[in-house]
């Protein structure tokens, strides 16, 4: 069965800095993955994907992420960040045609964000 | 930009209730799900949709959950007699064959 491991329950950066936010992942096919942000009472909104080809994938609001097969990892990287980037950050894994299958989440990486 | 669209956003009941929770996917998408969130936990499948019938579904969605599509534009999620643990913040989603999950952006159920 697919899984994500999320290992970083909560992570605090200051303003500015940069951030790197790991994803380990387990699936025995071409793995299709996900990283999705939630704000505070907010629904979940997608980061970026890697689907095939280039494995550096660059997403939304300056993000970008790696897929290393060797290591079974899917980081998420930021160079700067910034306050509004405080929130809930999830990656996920499906399979399938194009992933068209259920997506399987970690448990989540909380940023904190500090002046 | 399409979206997904969910109603309520927050929805109490009472415990032994009946719930439907309605979604409007986005127009030309063709796979459906639904997931749930408790609070502080991750977020975790419950059912997928294709074809007019249920492709996959968690151990979590038991005899009493259904989905429906009945006209062609919503989704729906029933919950037959809720209990408390049904309490969570419950996602609608929606993809095209060939593209990521779009979801909406939730609807809170709070069981009393």
């Known amino acids: 069965a697919q899984s994500v491991t999320q290992p970083d329950i909560h992570i605090t950066v200051s303003e500015g800095a940069s951030l790197e936010l790991r994803c380990n992942y387990s699936y025995g096919a071409t793995p299709y993955l996900f990283w999705y942000v939630q704000s505070p009472g907010q629904g979940l909104q997608l980061l970026l994907k890697?689907?095939?080809?280039?494995?550096l994938v660059q997403g939304i609001k300056g993000f970008e992420a790696e897929f290393k097969r060797s290591q079974s990892s899917f980081n998420l990287r930021k160079p700067s960040v910034h306050w509004s980037d405080a929130a809930e950050y999830f990656c996920a894994v499906a399979g399938g045609n194009f992933g068209n299958e259920k997506l399987t989440f970690g448990t989540g990486t909380r940023l904190t964000i500090i002046p | 930009e399409p979206e997904v669209t969910q109603t309520p956003s927050h929805q109490v009941t009472q415990m032994g209730q009946e719930v439907i929770l309605r979604c409007v996917p986005i127009s030309n998408h063709l796979y459906f799900y639904w997931y749930r969130q408790i609070l502080g936990q991750k977020v975790e499948f419950l059912v997928s949709f294709y074809n007019n019938e249920i492709s996959e579904k968690s151990e979590i969605f038991d005899d009493q959950f259904s989905v429906e599509r009945p006209d062609g534009s919503n989704f729906t999620l029933k919950i037959r007699s809720t209990k408390l643990e049904d309490s969570a913040m419950y996602f609608c989603a929606s993809r095209q064959g060939f593209t990521e999950a779009f979801f909406g952006q939730g609807t809170r159920l709070t069981v009393v």
């Open positions: 890697y689907f095939s080809g280039d494995t």
